[in-house]
């Protein structure tokens, strides 16, 4: 049985990742701003008050944790407006980046000390943040937030090397939740599972790349 901490656990595919893992028999810590009743049905450690915006409310996350051993973390916590260039909203833009691209920095720093050798990160990145994929613009500040937590992946994947410490940046594909849109192709459940066996494929040889859930590499 692994522990599992899930930023964003409250619906979507954090929600989805969190009730897979707890039917594979798995622990599963829930780091959320606020719960939900499905997240609540459960029965998973439930740790609220948890905006991966916020320096102080990471701090509580990690102080909350205590010494609790984790062996996945998985920064799944994330926002998304719709900028054009002709509706561009510095304020939003400056919030995603908080959110999307600094957020799984701060949650993976402060619980370092929760991690050993062997543990993994994932960042729940997307295609979005793909500078060879983009062909219609737009979505400034989701695509730029994403296009930097790739690089904060990377940082991270050389950086906790020489702790045996792998790091993936996994993108979902697109989901049928209400940052993806009722429109996109994938259930959650099915989103989570392709999720989940990337992540148990994961070891060293494997840090610092950027997967699709379906297992191939995306280019940068």
């Not at 439930?46 to 701090?59: L, M, W």
């Not at 998304?80 to 949650?107: C, M, W, Y």
């Not at 989940?196 to 699709?212: C, P, Q, S, V, Y």
Request: aromatic fraction near 4%.
């Amino acid at each position: 049985m692994a522990t599992i901490l899930i930023t964003g656990a409250n619906r979507g595919i954090g929600l989805a990742l969190a009730r897979a893992y707890v039917a594979r028999g798995d622990d599963v810590i829930a780091a959320v701003r606020v719960s939900s009743d499905a997240l609540d049905g459960l029965g998973v450690r439930v740790i609220e008050g948890v905006e991966v915006g916020d320096d102080a409310a990471v701090d509580r996350l990690a102080t909350a944790l205590g010494d609790t051993r984790i062996d996945v973390v998985i920064n799944n916590a994330a926002i998304h407006s719709n900028e054009t260039l002709e509706d561009l909203s510095f304020d939003r833009i400056r919030k995603q980046f908080e959110v999307n691209a600094l957020g799984p920095l701060r949650v993976t720093r402060a619980v370092l000390p929760n991690l050993r050798d062997g543990s993994k990160v994932v960042i729940v990145t997307s295609r979005s943040g793909s500078i060879g994929d983009n062909g219609s613009g737009r979505t400034y500040g989701y695509r730029m937030s994403k296009a930097a937590v790739n690089m904060a992946g990377v940082n991270l994947a050389l950086d906790l090397k020489p702790r045996s410490i792998p790091v993936l940046l996994l993108h979902p594909g697109m989901v049928k939740t209400d940052m993806g849109g009722g429109q996109a192709a994938v259930e959650p459940q099915d989103a989570a599972a392709r999720m989940m066996a990337r992540i148990d494929e994961l070891d060293m040889a494997g840090t610092g790349k950027f997967l699709h859930c379906e297992g191939y590499e995306l280019p940068w």
